[in-house]
Structures are given as C-alpha cells and as structure tokens.
C-alpha cells in the first residue's frame, strides 16, 4: 500500500471530531450506502407505482419499467451514501459548506482506497485496479466462449448464454477496461507530468471513479435478470436490440449511461487541469507526449460521447416505452441508429489508442535513451488522428445498405489516416535508431505493441478498401483487426504503463523476470490466438456464432487451446503485481533515469505532489544532450508554496 | 549510416518480406471466387497484400536490427546521440504513405463501381441475356427465402442461379437487420427491415455454396443457413418450371414444401421434413406439447404459427419465433397445419 510520507498540510482548521454511535449510520462511508440504497430504491418504485396508478396504466406494478427506473435510482443511492454529494449538496442548499480539511486526501492505510477520495494518486490506482478486475472477468467469459468455441455444435452454453457472453465480454473490455484503464494511468500520472498538485476537480474525479462499479455491476447484473444478459452484442443494433430482447438490455443501455458519464467528467476534468495547472514554464510545446495523448483524447470522449448515450437512450425508449425511433414498421430508421452509435464509436477507437501511443512514446524514449523522434509532428498527428476520427464513422457501415454514394468519400477518409498513425510508428522506428535500448519489461511491451499495431493497422487497410470490407466484413476477419489493434495495440500499452510506473505508485520495484515472462507469454499466446482469425474470416466464418461448419473445427479447436495459454499469462501479472506490491524492494525515485516531472519527486509522491513548484525549463526528452534538464526545483519558492490557496 | 549497416538493413528486410510472401502464397487464404465479383475481390486483395507485405517487412526490419544493433550493456549508463528529427525523412514518410494509399482507393473504387454496376437492358436491344435475373431475398429469424417474380414469385428456400448471367438480388428482413453472405460469391449486404437493398452476383462457376448470415439476428443467428446452387442455364430453367409445377395452384401447395420454403427446418426438428435443427421446440412431439398447451392438435398448429407468443413450451424463451409468419396465404397455411398435423406422432 501507499505509504504517505509526508503530512497533510496544516490548514488551521481542525478536522471534525468522527461520528459515534446511531449517528455514524449518517456520516458518508459504507454504514450508510445499504439503507440510502433501499431508500432510493423505494423512491424509484413509488414514482413508477404512483405515475402508473394516477394514469390508469395496468398493471401497476410492471417489473420492467421499475428495472429501468431502479437502474437510475439505486446507483444515485450508492453514490449519495458513499458520500459522493455531500458538498455539493450543502452548497445547493445553502448550508454552510465545511471548510477543506484534507481528511479525504491521500491514502493513510488501505481502507482510504475504500471510500469517497480526492487525491488523484489514490484515484488512479482505484481506477486501476478496478479496471483489472473487470479485465479478469471479461477474460473469463472469452474464456468461456472459447471453451464453446472448440469444437461444432453446441456444448457447454445455450445460444442464448452464448450471445450473452460475447455482448458482455466486449462491453466489459471498452467501457470497464480500456477506457478507464487509459483514465486511471491519466490520472495517476498527468498531474505530475505537468507538475500540479492535483486535477482541477478533485471530488468530480472522486465522482467519476465511483461511477466504473456501478457501471460494470450493471452490466455483468444482466447476466441475473430474468431471460438473460443483454445478447445482441456490444453494437447493439436495433431494432434486435430494442424490441427482441429480453429486459437485460436495460442493463446494457444504462451501464453504458454510467461508464460514459464517468468517462466525460474525467475528459473535462484532464482539460481543465492539462489547460490551466500546468507548472511555470510548461508551455503546450514543453508537454510529454502522454500530456498531448490525454489531451486529445479528453477532446474526443466529450465531443462524442454523448452520441453513444443519445443512441442508447433511443433504443432504451423503443424498447419500454414503445415509441419508434427505429421501429420501421412506425416509420423509424433502423440505419439511424448505426449512424449515431458509430459516430461515438469509431472515435472510441483512438479513445481506447491515443493514450497507448503517449505511453509507447514515454517508455521508448526513457528506454531508448533518444530524444522522441521528430516530437512536434508526433503531437500534430494526434490531432489529426482527432479531427479526422470525426469523418470515418461510416466505414463501419459499407455493407449496411446506407447511401452508396458515401461509401468512397468514408473510404479515403479512412484511408488518410493511416498517414499520421503511419508518422507516428516511424517516428518510433526513428527513437529507436542508435538509440542505448534497455529491454525492461515496459520497453518490451512498447515494442510488441508497435510491432502488433502494425500488423492491426494493416489489416485495417484492408477494411477500409470497399470491395476487400464487402467481402470480410462482419467475419472473423474483423475480430481478428480489433483484437490486433485493442489487445496487440491498447492493452500492450496498458501493461507498459503499468510495469513503467508501478515504482512511481507503490513505492517498490516490480519482478523483472516475471514481467519479462509476462510478456513473452502474452505475445506468443496473443499471436497463436488472433492470426489465424484472420483466414477463419476470408474463408466464411462469420462472428458472434455459438456454432459453425465442421471444416473449422480444427483450427478453432487450436484457437481455443492458444487462448486459455494466453488467459493463463494473465496469472503471471496477477501474481507479479501483488507480490511486488507487497514485498517488492523499494523502488528509488528515478528508477528508468527519465527527465519527465513525476521522477524528480519521490516513489511514491509527497501527498501534494510537490514541496517546491517545479520551475520547467526545456523540453522533456532531451536525452544525450549535455546537462540538458527538463524542470528546477528553486528552494526559495517553498515559502511561496506554503502560503498558496488551498485547492 | 555505415554501407555496411544498411546492406544488413536490406539484407533483414529482404528475409522479412520474404517469409512474410510465402505466407501469403503458401496458405489458402481466399475461398475458390465463383463470381465475376468475387474474382475482382480478389484482385484489390492482392493488391493491397503486396502494399502490406512491403510495409511490414520495412518496419520488422528496422525493429528486428536497432533490437540486436542499439542494445545497452547492462548496467550501462549511456544516451543515444541527441537527435531530434529530420524534415526530410518527415516528409518521405508523410508523403510515400499518402500516396500509396491513394492508389489503394482509386483501385478499390474502380472494383467497387464495377461491382455495383448491373446491366440493364437497352431500349433498342432487349436481348435476352443482357437482362438481368431479379431474385427477391427475404430474410427473417432465422430463415432466408428466394422468390424469382420471373417465374410467378415462385418461392424457394435455397438460392438457384444460372450460370454466367449477372442477377440482381433485392434483399430485405421481415424483422431485425441480418446480412447476406456467400464467401465464394465475395458479395455481402445487409438485409435491413423496411428497406431494399441491391446487390450485383455474376455467378461464373457450376457449384453449391454455403448462404450464410453475417449480422447478430438473434438465439439462431449461428444456424441461419441456406444455400446457393450455381447451375447451367439450362437446367435452371427446368427446375424452375418443375418448381412452378408443384407450388401450382393453392390446392396444390403441399405442406412439406411450405415447410421447407419458409425455413422452418433452419429451427425445427420434424423426422418427416428431414428437420434437425434444435432452437425452436421439437415438431416431432407436437401432441404432447399441445396437450400441455391444453388444445386440440390442430388448433394448437394453427396458433403456435400465427401467435407463437400465445403459448410458450416450457425451457424455451418467448419472442424467439417470428410473429411474420400470420401473413402466409391461407391455403399455404391450411396445408402446413394439416402436414404437421397428419405426420405428428
């Protein structure tokens, strides 16, 4: 655990004395999340029951409509007992709001993990191991699958349970992991990078976490609710989504209510901090790489997200409140609904890839001893990747029946931008040229990323070529490409960035030799599993079936095989990461000799971040060049320091 | 950079690229084309793959030689050379991907329009052979049936084409959005509720290929199979006159043949249809399962086709089976009940 170092600043305010007895049920903390739950619980019934009865509608008691309702209640239950209202709520009401004792700053033993928090250190590392957990269990449902997969026929699951698991195992790697994994490493490491004490919005950012388990318990809660999980994929297209499906596709629609919420407060909360609180001397072209990722990235999720909510909301209406946004019968458009929901999510796909390509670029500079190759192209070119991610969404859609005249503009612009992401993996190549290069395990990782993001982005210019995505479109072919990009590509960077500031965060040094095994496990595993996806596609294998013709079965039976192989390297990880945490020897406060802000302090950081505000002074990877420094610490300004505001 | 570092740089590449073709070359990658379309496909496919392996074996190359060439001694406590770019080689790497991927896309939208294009007949030749064959494609949970408003919208379950003669598919779902598919065909497009779409096939191959749903439609989306029959012309002829034969007249609709016409067997299993497949109830035990349903046999057909919601069988959920199949003309529907009724035991 986090050992705190350092003592929480005096602030002249002594905290208030801690509840006793009945009253400590009042005080925000786990006593009084069970009964706000059944509280809100009770509103949320009582107003269907109500508005039901004063409209005459039978039954009055229609379990669906009190699912739905229930899955916007409860969760506001959860998070109100937590705590995660109450100044904002004394503010509202005109009570005076307690003065900032820091008391819900930093982590003083493990239960601080537990409750309403507001240091971006301990954020972080909830959001990351939270996300884990979610990555653990939506590799056990693949796991599954798997098993289903391995031979013809029907086996182990009914087709029902089947597209269940699929849907879920998908839903779950995007909305609990990816993304949030990617928010977790942004939020440890950005206010550092640029030298703040914390992000801008410290109890939004404590809001934004919370809401990732109640996202991702609603989601795998469908797999309880009567007929089953969610089942027509994490796409789901209406209208199978909105009228043929059991009530678990609430679930569905409202997680993803939950995760996006969480995601945009998180983006808007990186804007503010990455826009306004970076250190003296930090200008926009002085930021690391990773800063530059964030940043775009936070532009995307709040420009797009709110398309994935307003389509979910669409098929949540169809399907409880029978209006006909996509029933074609009344008039609706189906296709309106692919439009929408792929104008979130083809930008969700460098919503779950730029921040990989901020951390490969941190690691392989450290590790390569260079200087990032041509650093302001890499920056431009995530912004290109941005503006050019809004005018690509329709390449989802070349065999949807759309317009046809669309098909050959959303080809070239999918095309175009294999451009900045081809700048980027050269400039890489370029970093990594007469480079000194030390093979730790996050430089390892780095390289097998840029390696499988390769093969990812090539098969993607296959998909993107019209004919070529008419023919394999909607087959392996394509789980094939997602996994090569968000596996070989996100989750690689992932794991870098895990085993490159797993010293910064806990203080202690993890298993060389574990990682190392990690990876060489994951990238054999990885590649056995996805390749021969590739032909199972081509030759008409289509995806999301339970079952499929006999001459596949070999192969599969081999795909199945290589995966639990890569599931079981997972347990590596695991083990590696709690064992270091644990017992690793302590990690020094620079262990990679890198010039970037968040190793100048010690491992882990001071509760504040910094005692001195650094004063930045050059760019941040000036390796090799004589004397070169990043950012000072002047010890005059500690004065200074002491008399700042308190955020 | 020393000669000698890029003649290994090359050398690298060369057996990259090289292993990489061979993988290409040696492995079946694409289904035999039977289509015109199919065969153009495969072109773009080439195409691109040749791109693809030359990008691939430059940048294993670069990785595989700074891997061996730009390792630390450990323990070693050195920086590389200070080098912060190159306009230059930005440039190059800015430019050459542009442009390959331009080429890309022009070939791609030559294919795609050439794909597209369906030869209409010509008001001064109305030739025969430059029409082209209209088959409607309708797709339902978890069935696909064919109708050809050529030959009196005769009804078929399996898709018959005739050779060499370019057909014009008019695809469209009764209920959620399914895709159809024939991987030797090449040729993919979504069937979507409420609208129709078109797709160009030119068969150009005698054969049987698999009919294949490609977008989730539901429990029996893994099932939802058919089949295309390429055939001389010849003999697609008479067997499209054979078929007109026996759906003829309404008395004339035989049971087994709506059954199978409508995909019932995609769900079903009946013995005597020759069904096997498991997602719906067994049709082999319709007495006992009307008897729990609590209704006369025929009685219980009749409302299990038109309003399969009325009575669920016990371990199957609801809304599975299509409510589509009420609009049946009334003899087709006669004669399915009394075919499962007459041949339940």
Not at chain 1, 87 to 115: I, K, N, Q, V
Not at chain 1, 316 to 326: A, E, N, Q
Not at chain 2, 251 to 274: D, L, M
């Amino acid at each position: 655990m986090t050992a705190v170092t350092h003592d929480v600043h005096d602030v002249h305010v002594a905290p208030a004395p801690p509840p006793t007895g009945w009253r400590r049920l009042l005080a925000p903390g786990w006593l009084r999340v069970p009964w706000m739950m059944a509280l809100f619980f009770g509103i949320g019934a009582g107003i269907v029951v109500l508005v039901r009865w004063a409209e005459g509608w039978e039954p009055i008691w229609n379990g669906d409509v009190i699912t739905t309702v229930e899955l916007t209640t409860v969760p506001l239950g959860f998070l109100a007992g937590l705590g995660g209202f109450d100044y904002w709520l004394r503010y509202a009401s005109g009570a005076p709001t307690r003065p900032e004792d820091h008391s819900g700053h930093g982590a003083r033993s493990w239960r601080d993990y537990f409750r309403i928090n507001t240091d971006h250190k301990v954020i972080g590392i909830q959001y990351l191991v939270t996300t884990i957990v979610f990555f653990v269990i939506a590799g056990l449902l693949a796991m599954l699958m798997r098993a289903e997969l391995a031979r013809p026929g029907m086996q182990f699951v009914d087709n029902q349970t089947f597209n269940g698991l699929f849907s879920v195992h998908a839903a779950l790697m995007i909305f609990l992991f990816v993304i949030p994994a990617f928010a977790g490493i942004g939020n440890y490491v950005i206010p550092l990078m640029i030298g703040a004490p914390d992000m801008a919005f410290p109890r939004l950012n404590a809001l934004s976490f919370w809401l990732l388990p109640v996202a991702g318990i609603i989601m795998l809660a469908s797999f309880l609710a009567p007929g089953g999980a969610f089942a027509s994929g994490w796409t789901g297209y209406a209208p199978l989504a909105s009228v043929h499906q059991p009530i678990g596709a609430v679930f569905f629609n409202m997680g993803v209510q939950w995760a996006g919420a969480s995601s945009i407060m998180t983006a808007l909360n990186f804007l503010v901090t990455i826009i306004t609180m970076r250190a003296p001397g930090m200008s926009f072209w002085r930021m690391p790489l990773l800063v530059w990722a964030n940043f775009t990235t936070s532009l995307l999720v709040v420009i797009a997200t709110p398309f994935i909510a307003g389509s979910q909301f669409f098929v949540m209406f169809d399907h409880i409140m029978h209006t006909d946004f996509f029933n074609y019968q009344a008039g609706g458009y189906p296709l309106g609904y692919q439009h929408i929901f792929w104008f979130y999510s083809h930008p969700a796909v460098y919503i779950m890839m730029l921040p990989g390509f901020g951390i490969a670029s941190e690691v392989i500079s450290v590790m390569a001893r260079k200087p990032i190759f041509g650093y302001r192209l890499m920056a431009l070119s995530l912004l290109a990747i941005l503006v050019l991610g809004f005018s690509v969404w329709a390449h989802h859609m070349f065999v949807a029946g759309m317009a046809s005249w669309l098909r050959v503009p959303m080809m070239v612009t999918s095309m175009v931008i294999a451009v900045p992401t081809g700048i980027k993996v050269f400039s890489w190549l370029a970093t990594l040229w007469e480079g000194r290069i030390h093979f730790y395990t996050p430089m390892l990782f780095a390289l097998g990323f840029i390696s499988m993001f390769v093969i990812g982005g090539l098969s993607g210019i296959y998909l993107a070529a019209v004919p070529i995505d008419i023919h394999v479109s909607d087959t392996y072919f394509v789980v094939a490409h997602i996994h090569y990009v968000l596996f070989g590509g996100s989750l690689f960077t992932i794991f870098a960035g895990i085993y490159f500031w797993f010293p910064k965060m806990t203080g202690r040094m993890y298993d060389e030799r574990l990682g190392k095994l990690h990876f060489w496990l994951t990238f054999i595993g990885f590649n056995l599993t996805f390749f021969p996806m590739h032909w199972l596609g081509i030759q008409g294998m289509p995806r999301r079936v339970a079952d499929y013709v006999p001459r596949f079965a070999d192969l599969n039976m081999f795909i199945s095989l290589a995966s639990f192989g890569l599931g079981a390297s997972t347990l590596v990880f695991l083990y590696n990461m709690i064992k270091s945490w644990r017992f690793g020897p302590a990690a020094p406060q620079n262990p990679w000799h890198s010039l970037t802000l968040e190793w100048q302090v010690s491992s882990p950081p001071p509760i504040f971040n910094f005692d001195e505000i650094p004063q930045v002074i050059g760019n941040p990877y000036e390796y090799g060049v004589p004397g070169a420094r990043h950012a000072v610490f002047n010890g005059d300004r500690e004065v200074e320091l002491e008399e700042a505001p308190v955020r | 950079m020393r000669r000698g570092s890029i003649a290994q740089l090359v050398g690298i590449g060369i057996v990259c690229g090289g292993v990489a073709a061979l993988v290409a070359i040696f492995v079946p990658w694409l289904p035999d084309p039977a289509s015109r379309q199919a065969g153009r496909i495969d072109f773009v496919f080439w195409f691109v793959t040749v791109i693809c392996i030359a990008i691939f074996a430059l940048v294993a190359a670069v990785i595989i030689y700074a891997l061996v060439k730009f390792r630390a001694a450990p323990g070693e406590d050195m920086d590389g050379p200070p080098i912060h770019g190159h306009t230059g080689l930005e440039i190059v790497w800015t430019a050459i991907p542009a442009a390959l991927v331009t080429a890309i896309s022009i070939v791609s939208a030559i294919v795609l329009a050439k794909n597209d294009h369906i030869p209409h007949a010509s008001a001064a030749a109305n030739a025969e052979p430059l029409k082209p064959l209209v088959v409607k494609v309708i797709a339902q949970q978890f069935a696909w049936s064919f109708q050809y408003p050529a030959f009196g919208n005769l009804t078929s379950a399996t898709l018959e084409l005739p050779l060499e003669k370019t057909v014009e598919l008019r695809i469209t779902s009764l209920d959620v959005t399914h895709s159809f598919w024939v991987p030797e065909f090449g040729q993919k497009q979504d069937a979507v509720p409420g609208s129709v779409n078109n797709l160009a096939i030119t068969p150009d191959k005698v054969g049987h290929y698999p009919v294949i749903c490609t977008e989730l439609c539901g429990l029996g989306h893994a099932v939802m199979r058919s089949r295309a029959d390429v055939l001389p012309a010849q003999q697609f002829l008479s067997w499209a006159k054979g078929q007109q034969k026996k759906l003829g007249g309404p008395a004339g609709a035989s049971g087994k043949a709506v059954f199978a016409n409508n995909g019932c067997n995609s769900c079903h299993t009946f013995r005597p249809a020759g069904a096997t497949a498991k997602v719906g109830p067994d049709l082999d035990n319709l007495k006992q399962e009307a008897q729990r349903a609590g209704q006369p046999l025929q009685q219980f057909i009749h409302q299990s086709i038109v309003d399969p919601n009325a009575y669920i069988e016990p371990g199957y959920p609801k809304n599975v089976m299509p409510t589509t199949f009420s609009s049946l003309p009334k003899a087709q529907l006669d004669s399915l009940v009394a075919f499962l009724a007459g041949q339940a035991k």
